[in-house]
């Protein structure tokens, strides 16, 4: 029994230490932020008259704070949420979507007409980053948007 109480604190020690060393938890100074309820951003990938568009096309976030960005698509297209610049100036908690939860980095996310998607994540370097429709022909037609982390 001993044994089996020394393991788990051993073990308990060592999640503590991954916690600690986590990026997004160093930047913020913060141990209880995958605790903080998350802030809920609704994005719209195309709609539901097949214009080619992001509703609505500028996002705005602030560093440090964990978001649940909910993406969508009413369209009868399939569509992509693009923005790698962006994707690499966040931690990705997850991306959830039906009964799948995705969990490291993502740079992007397809969704086929009707699905919902939910990215869990919390921004770490302000900047301004661009968001695009990687489907042939989408982001020449209009379909991109503009996101801003600030401080
Ligand atoms: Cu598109």
New binding site residues.
């Given amino acids: 029994m001993k044994t089996i109480k020394g393991i788990y604190i051993i073990v308990l020690f060592m999640l503590c230490l991954i916690v600690s060393h986590h990026p997004a938890l160093a930047a913020t100074g913060s141990g209880d932020l995958l605790k903080q309820p998350a802030v809920e951003v609704s994005v719209s990938?195309?709609n539901a008259a097949n214009e080619?568009k992001f509703e609505p096309n500028s996002l705005e976030f602030v560093a440090g704070k964990r978001y649940n960005l909910r993406l969508t698509n009413p369209s009868q297209m399939k569509?992509?949420f693009t923005a790698k610049d962006f994707a690499d100036a966040i931690w990705t908690q997850k991306v959830e979507a039906g009964k799948v939860e995705i969990k490291g980095a993502i740079h992007e996310v397809e969704l086929k007409p009707g699905a919902t998607a939910d990215w869990v994540f919390v921004p770490l370097k302000s900047g301004k980053y661009t968001l695009r429709?990687s489907?042939a022909g989408?982001t020449e037609a209009g379909?991109t948007g503009e996101i801003t982390v600030t401080n």
């Fill in positions: 990938l195309g080619l569509h992509y429709c489907v989408h379909m």
